[in-house]
Structure formats: structure tokens, C-alpha cells
């Protein structure tokens, strides 16, 4: 069987100024979110948590971490998710 190969361009993450699109978007919601009840201090602190866990979520979905979990721990998954999910989803075994 012959082994795939990606274009380079279209194998990597969003990036807008050389950050992922999730790390940003994280950033923004706990600076915006904590900054106005907090203060713009703690809302400082808040958007490098935010950062921090916002490039965790895009790496994990990047990298398929977040559909792999959903498949094998959702319980009833062909019905949430997709008819389309192997079989193998459904039991404990590879």
C-alpha cells in the first residue's frame, strides 16, 4: 500500500500573527470576561490562562485528541455524533 503525503500548506494549524486561531480566541474571552467584572489586572491574568488553555483546545482538536475522545467515552456516539463511527467505537477493544 502506498503511504500519503499532504501538501505541507493545507497539513497545518490557522494561524493569524503566528498563533493559533484557538489560543487567540481564548485570550479574548477571559480578558473580556474577567476584565470587565474584575478589573483590567486580574483580566490580564485571565487572558494568559485563557491563552494558555485556548491553544490546549486547538492542539487537541488539531490532532484529533477531542473526536477520539467523544467516539469512545459518548455513550450511544452513532446517534449523537454520526452514523458513520466504526464498529469498534462500540466496544472496549481495537
Known sequence: ??????????????????????????????IVLVGLSKGVILGLG??????????WISNSMYNGGFQRFLYWNLPYAKDWISRNIPESSEKEEL
Open 46 to 55: 485571565a487572558g494568559g490562562i485563557g491563552f494558555a488553555l485556548g491553544n
Open 1 to 30: 500500500m502506498k503511504k500519503r503525503t499532504f501538501i505541507p500548506c493545507l497539513n497545518k494549524q490557522r494561524k493569524l500573527y503566528n498563533f493559533s486561531i484557538g489560543s487567540l480566541i481564548g485570550c479574548v474571552v477571559g
